[in-house]
């Protein structure tokens, strides 16, 4: 099977899916396994899962390697300055503009969070070359695309 769509996942998506084993979060590192989905994360995602995970839940370190390991999760590059400065212009919360950039830099067809306030409230698809939305919204999309084939 091909992959289909490059999906970058946002720490809050990350976390949900090592805490949940039953939630969409989950389910698209299970898409992710059976390589329907390319899930990809920034370097700075991957280390605030694991500050999010030590101090919330720390023997759930291992499981996030795991499920990581076994959805093939690619790790993308740092965003150059430019980036940067871009996704600053768009989201005004300093760490979620750099979260931003890491997406913006992976060029993915979908940005996934659950993250209301900056990213889903505000919704800044037309300055995106992505889709942004939660992994429910993802997996609609999935199955709309399937049945219209």
Known sequence: MSLKNRIFLDTSTIVAAVFSETGGARKLFQLGEVEVLQLVIGPNVLRECEDVLRRRMPGSLPKLAHMLELARV????????????????IVEYRPDAYVLAEAMAAEPDWFITHDKEH???????????FRVGTPGDLIQFLEDEHLQK
């Open 74 to 89: 690619e790790t993308a590059s740092q965003p150059p300055a430019e980036l940067i400065e871009e996704a600053r212009s």
């Open 119 to 129: 990213f889903l409230d505000v919704r800044p698809v037309s300055r995106l070359s």
